[in-house]
């Protein structure tokens, strides 16, 4: 495994990274936005969850559909259409609020929109990144994305809350131009990033309908035959439906106790801090520790830093417990995420991508739903030791997987008898 001087040497990873650094830097700051903005539109605590599950649908509608084009098309291409889309989305609302003619309805259907552009851009970037480096370089390639997500987390909240504050079209705006940097930036990629060669044996013909759900249904089969990508697929959704439900319930505990957008910010700020420092220590843990333990203790760091929320939904606390659940979360990340696209072959990486991330994501629509919903009915607190009582439920189903458990360190990962991708004769794509 090659560490993060040897990485970077490699001109389009660098390329790449920084144009997505930039964009997820608005992307951010624009989801933490969301349901504030529909607040100081005069809509509900109801309509703000709305607004939140509207982009979150949006990347779960976009997903499966998007991981049989990545594998079709030039992923480049379409990595530039979402961006020069994202520009002109964000531009046009941050226009529609200078004018005070965005409603909430109007900021549901542009969240609605956001979220698709991710859902369709994030199995291309992964496929490119697939594309840009060697397998050796996955797993320090994948802690440095990991870098990158906190790093905008780090910046992106409260850089929002700060802008919501001024004017309440500045996020949006910074976010179009955020977007316009990735599309330059994506320009200068020299590796080729065209469609792969179909997978051996594979049928391309027929109606592009057909085509394309063959080619869904051709990647959930992987997904679903692995062990490992199965169990974390349905631990991934229900964390992703209790620990954002919890999250969301939190802030809007925050907001409703007279704290400012800016100083709710901070809170991310302070899980930023923590997975840069993951991130910066992930490829020397990974390269030395069974994935799969990484993996088991991520799903438990999402239950016990949490508890004192129960209590004391201050920003102060919510800080501490957030970078406390944030610290082994890119190192986790990073080791499983490396470890399936190296199992993954080229012809269905943007497949397999998107089968996991749309079971993944699956729940998030529900997240704000639920917390929002609980936090009308039963307060703050009940509220959130319920989804406190779920974050355990998905630590308890990773931690009982004997499959998860096993995952060897990167260097035993192709190896013969190393663990479920063995056990199951799932190919295991060559050295690149």
């Known amino acids: 495994m090659t560490g993060y001087r040897d990485l970077a ?47 979150f649908g949006g990347i779960v509608l976009a997903l499966l559909p998007a991981g049989a084009l990545v594998d079709r098309l030039h992923r480049g291409r379409v990595l530039r259409t979402v961006s020069a889309t ?7 609302m941050a226009a529609a609020l200078t004018l005070d003619g965005l409603s909430p309805t109007a900021l549901g259907v542009g969240a609605l929109i956001a979220g698709v552009c991710t859902g369709i851009y994030e199995p291309a970037q992964i496929s490119a990144v697939r594309s840009v480096v060697t397998t050796a370089q996955l797993p320090t390639a994948l802690a440095q994305n990991q870098a990158r997500g906190h790093a905008a987390e780090l910046a992106g909240a409260p850089l929002g809350g700060l802008l919501l504050t001024v004017h309440r079209a500045l996020p949006f705006a910074v976010d179009a131009a955020t977007y316009l940097v990735s599309f330059v930036m994506l320009g200068r990629i020299r590796t080729d990033l065209s469609a792969p060669a179909p997978a051996p044996g594979e049928d391309r013909g027929g ?109 102060a606390v919510a800080a501490t417990c957030l970078g406390a659940l944030v610290l082994l979360n890119p190192i986790g990340n990073a080791g499983i995420g490396a470890y399936r696209i190296a199992i993954t072959p080229d012809a269905l990486q943007g497949r397999v991508n998107a089968t996991t991330a749309f ?48 995952v060897p360190r990167p260097a035993a990962w192709a190896a013969p008898g190393a663990g479920p991708a063995h056990d199951q004769g799932v190919p295991v794509s060559p050295a690149r």
């Open 359 to 406: 079971l993944a994501w699956s729940t998030m629509p529900l997240a704000p739903l639920v917390g929002g919903l609980l936090l009308e009915v039963y307060g703050g607190p009940v509220a959130t030791a319920a989804l406190l009582a779920g974050c355990l439920a998905a630590a308890l189903l990773v931690t009982s997987s004997r499959h998860v458990r096993r």
């Open 207 to 315: 109606h592009v309908l057909r085509r394309m759900g063959r080619d869904v249904a051709t990647g959930a089969r992987f997904v679903v035959r692995h062990p490992v990508m199965r169990l974390l697929a349905c631990w991934s959704a229900l964390s992703n439906l209790v620990v954002n439900g919890l999250l969301f319930v939190v802030v809007l505990r925050m907001a409703a106790d007279g704290h400012s957008p800016a100083a709710i910010g901070l809170v991310a700020t302070a899980a930023g801090v923590a997975g840069l420092v993951g991130a910066a220590l992930a490829p020397w843990v990974i390269e030395r520790t069974p994935t799969g333990l990484l993996t088991v203790a991520v799903g438990w760091s999402v239950v016990l830093p949490l508890v004192p929320l129960v209590w004391w939904a201050e920003p």
């Open 86 to 92: 994202g520009f002109l989305l964000y531009a046009g």
């Open 9 to 55: 040497r490699n001109r389009d990873f660098t390329v790449l990274w920084i144009g997505e650094t930039v964009s997820e830097l608005g992307a951010r700051m624009s989801a933490f936005v969301y349901p504030l903005l529909a607040l100081a539109l005069g809509g509900s605590i109801g309509t703000a969850a709305l607004v939140q599950a509207a982009y």
